[in-house]
């Protein structure tokens, strides 16, 4: 997922950037001590902070999706090495300084795990558990290098008792040691679980972001509020019947229209006629359930009615005629043929609702009102108009507009008959 990507590269430069300000605060620190260290000490402390700073910065600037694995693997190199050789020459200044005669051994291994846990919280922008896991190995090496060479010290013990601790530099501060084990132990299993937690918080967001997208898609952005703001439910189980106004428009000729001309540019036109229509559905209220071929279904009613449903498909009717006339003008400019329409709206019950299984779900709304609707939208081209809409939609309905009825009209596939009106939108335009 581009999100989660986006987020382990954002984690990373963070990453990065810390470490960079890590390393430069100890450079300043040690930089007003340096007359007094060896030159070996100095050496390995100036070269390791260049190294580090160098590949901290580089991928800071640098990191992409693309290469993402190199990038990381590059950052926890540069600051393992600028860490690690910081350390390594801390040691080294103290052993030449001493002559090797003066072995904290008591309190070196006291405050082996000291410091890990505030290295290892670093970790918790490397999003990739893999990539905590290593840096915590990585963290590790230096207070495991130690142990191990301790484990070598015949002379020490462990013990709590202050005076000695005092007086005895084989003594190791038992409470001090263990408490930070502890702590290492306990950073380094709770960076892990907050990564886990994170990746799963983040992918629960991407997943609940594309559930939005997926019914906006379905619902003007109107209605998409409506429904993340209140209990609506569009869940596999929300079916329900419900009065709506059903509205198909399609492309007249459209077969024809499209045998001339390349797969693209029919696919480009379709894009542009279904974008025009989605935008008046949207603008009055509709949902868009689906599309097919050329023809474009919307019903207006879901997921709740607004009290005046069928006005709402109405207007959208006529707005569509507008949209397509100025499309139209701008077609004729480029030289492009001119593309006529059809449509027709009726209002009755359906079944409303997400149709389908959990793998694969369909919003949508099924009845004999759609059958009727898509009838009518067909019975256009044998009256000569390209806006039809029945009786029941007219008696719910306002409006100024140039009209005629069409009482008793025989519908195909369904017995009876039924009173359309014509409406005509020309005046609009003309």
Not at 2 to 14: D, F, H, P, T, Y
Not at 77 to 95: E, K, P, Q, R
Not at 362 to 388: H, M, P, Q, W, Y
Not at 393 to 400: Q, Y
Request: proline residues 3%; contains cysteine.
């Amino acid at each position: 997922m581009k999100s989660v990507e986006a987020w382990e590269l954002r984690g990373l430069k963070i990453f990065c950037l810390l470490s960079a300000v890590i390393i430069t605060l100890k450079l300043l620190v040690q930089s007003s001590q340096l007359n007094s260290q060896p030159p070996s000490a100095i050496t390995l402390w100036i070269g390791a902070s260049v190294i580090s700073l160098l590949g901290t910065l580089y991928v800071a600037s640098r990191a992409n999706r693309a290469r993402y694995s190199v990038h990381l693997t590059v950052a926890m190199s540069a600051t393992f090495i600028g860490v690690y050789g910081n350390t390594i020459a801390d040691s080294l200044a103290w052993m030449e300084l001493t002559g090797g005669e003066v072995l904290l051994v008591g309190d070196l291994a006291a405050n082996l795990f000291l410091a890990f846990d505030r290295l290892i919280i670093l970790g918790v922008f490397l999003a990739r558990v893999r990539a905590v896991l290593i840096w915590a190995a990585l963290c590790a090496v230096f207070p495991i290098q130690g142990a191990i060479a301790l484990a070598f010290e015949n002379q020490i013990y462990f013990t709590a008792d202050p005076y000695v601790l005092a007086a005895d530099n084989n003594a190791v501060n038992a409470p001090l040691f263990f408490q930070s084990l502890g702590l290492a132990i306990f950073a380094t299993a709770s960076l892990v679980g907050l990564t886990l937690f994170f990746r799963w918080a983040l992918r629960s967001s991407i997943e609940l972001e594309q559930s939005r997208e997926n019914y906006r898609r379905y619902f003007s952005p109107d209605i998409g509020d409506e429904i993340e703001n209140s209990d609506i439910s569009i869940g596999l189980n929300s079916s329900r019947t419900a009065e709506v106004a059903v509205l198909f428009t399609d492309i007249s000729g459209f077969t024809k229209l499209s045998e001339k001309m390349d797969p693209e540019d029919v696919l480009d036109l379709l894009s542009a006629y279904q974008t025009l229509m989605v935008d008046a559905i949207f603008q009055h209220k509709g949902t868009v359930d689906k599309f097919i071929g050329d023809a474009v279904m919307a019903n207006f009613g879901t997921p709740r009615s607004h009290g005046n449903d069928a006005q709402n498909a109405f207007d959208c009717g006529v707005l569509m005629n507008q949209k397509l006339d100025e499309w139209n003008e701008e077609r004729q400019t480029q030289g492009l043929p001119v593309i006529h329409h059809r449509i027709g709206i009726h209002f009755g019950k359906c079944v409303v609702g997400n149709m389908g299984s959990e793998q694969r779900l369909e919003f949508a709304v099924i009845g004999d009102a759609v059958n009727v609707a898509s009838r009518i939208c067909d019975a256009c081209k044998n009256f000569d108009t390209n806006f039809l809409i029945s009786a029941d939609v007219a008696g719910r309905i306002t409006h100024e507009l140039p009209s005629e009825d069409l009482p008793n009209v025989d519908i195909r596939g369904r017995e009876g008959s039924i009173d359309l009106v014509t409406i005509s939108t020309d005046r609009l335009t003309g």
